[in-house]
């Protein structure tokens, strides 16, 4: 839809370049232990962040209904950071760094923190390509639904800018690398920008669960039972993935050959664009002249058809 720009593609790779050096610099710096320490509060940060999320929606569910997505959000935000940001500080007071260290010990604890200074910053830049290329999808979604509209794509210049930003890292011979080391097909960014687009719309989830490929979903019983459950519903509320997983019964069902056979044979993508298209306008009631007793002989007045057929079973 939009070519590449090659100097944003350079820019993007010297600044993945410079940043990896700069994560294995100081994995280097901080030794061994504190740079393992490092991945283990991030990680800490993450699941931290997703139980308070989980946790907060279930408190402002007694005063909201349903709780505002972006309340849990920032919870899970000042979480995490006050997880990631305490665990550091304690971790850079009780061990040393490589330079207190002498002879051998020095060079093996550098070298193990080098290492996980690069799994360190491994995990930071692929979260952004990932957010990269989920952008971009979400922005050529953006651009095809102003197409649809009759308007030029320059009307939505930050669209604009993102796909390009997609194009961009994708392009030249890192980006075909890029795409084969990247654990995520396509279609996985392409289906969640979609499902984002489905749960901001009423109308568009209510057309989700009305398409043909979720009802077949829906005969399974089994299913059906796990939707009704009240914990259920009180998890997938939350939007939370490890609020969600977490429920015993989802867990149960996940060991259900029924189940995983249907969700399987579950066309995701069908079901998203069946939410996603339009419907499209009802034709107005076709108009027809009758003319008004009271009205000049050039005065002509205009109904609906359905009023015609009635003005006139009022005159016969």
Same mark, same amino acid.
């Given at each position: 839809?939009? /070519? ?15 940043? $990896? %050096? ?14 393992? =320490?490092?991945?283990? &509060? @991030? ?27 972006? %309340? ?7 979480? #995490? ?10 971790? #850079? $007071? ?22 996980? #200074? ?6 930071? @830049? ?11 999808? %979400? ?29 961009? $890292? ?7 690398? $890029?795409?084969? @080391? ?23 989830? !209510?057309?989700?669960?009305? *398409?043909? *490929? ?21 998890? @997938? /509320? ?26 399987? /044979? ?5 079901? %998203? ?18 003319? /008004?007793?009271?009205? !000049?002989?050039?005065?002509? =007045? ?8 009635? &003005? ?5």
């Amino acid at each position: 839809m939009l /070519s590449p720009s090659p100097q944003w593609h350079y820019w993007l790779f010297f600044t993945a370049v410079a940043w $990896l %050096l700069f994560a294995v610099w100081r994995g280097w710096r901080f030794g061994l232990i504190r740079s393992l =320490l490092r991945v283990v &509060i @991030l990680i800490a940060a993450w699941v931290g962040a997703s139980m308070a999320a989980a946790y907060a929606t279930q408190q402002f569910a007694a005063f909201f209904n349903p709780p505002p997505p972006f %309340l849990s959000k920032i919870v899970a935000t000042f979480a #995490g950071i006050v997880i990631y940001m305490t665990g550091s500080f304690l971790a #850079g $007071l009780l061990f040393k760094r490589t330079a207190h260290y002498r002879g051998i010990v020095r060079w093996i604890l550098g070298f193990g923190g080098a290492f996980f #200074g690069l799994f360190y910053g491994l995990i930071f @830049l692929w979260g952004g390509i990932a957010l990269i290329r989920g952008l971009g999808t %979400l922005g050529e979604r953006r651009l095809m639904e102003a197409r649809a509209d009759g308007l030029p794509i320059s009307s939505d210049p930050t669209a604009c800018n993102m796909v390009r930003l997609k194009a961009s $890292l994708e392009w030249g011979v890192t980006g075909h690398l $890029l795409l084969k @080391l990247d654990p995520f097909s396509p279609a996985f960014y392409e289906n969640g920008t979609k499902a984002t687009l489905v749960m901001k719309d009423r109308q568009a989830l !209510s057309r989700f669960f009305a *398409s043909p *490929s979720t009802q077949k979903l829906f005969q399974h019983s089994s299913i059906v039972a796990l939707i009704n459950d009240s914990e259920v519903q009180k998890a @997938l /509320s939350s939007g939370n993935i490890l609020a969600i997983s977490q429920v015993k019964k989802i867990q149960q069902a996940f060991h259900d050959p029924e189940v995983i056979q249907a969700l399987k /044979s579950f066309d995701l993508k069908g079901a %998203l664009d069946y939410a996603l298209k339009k419907p499209e306008p009802k034709p107005s009631p076709a108009l027809l002249p009758v003319t /008004s007793s009271q009205a !000049s002989d050039t005065e002509t =007045l205009t109904y609906p058809q359905e009023e015609v057929q009635e &003005i006139q079973e009022i005159r016969n």
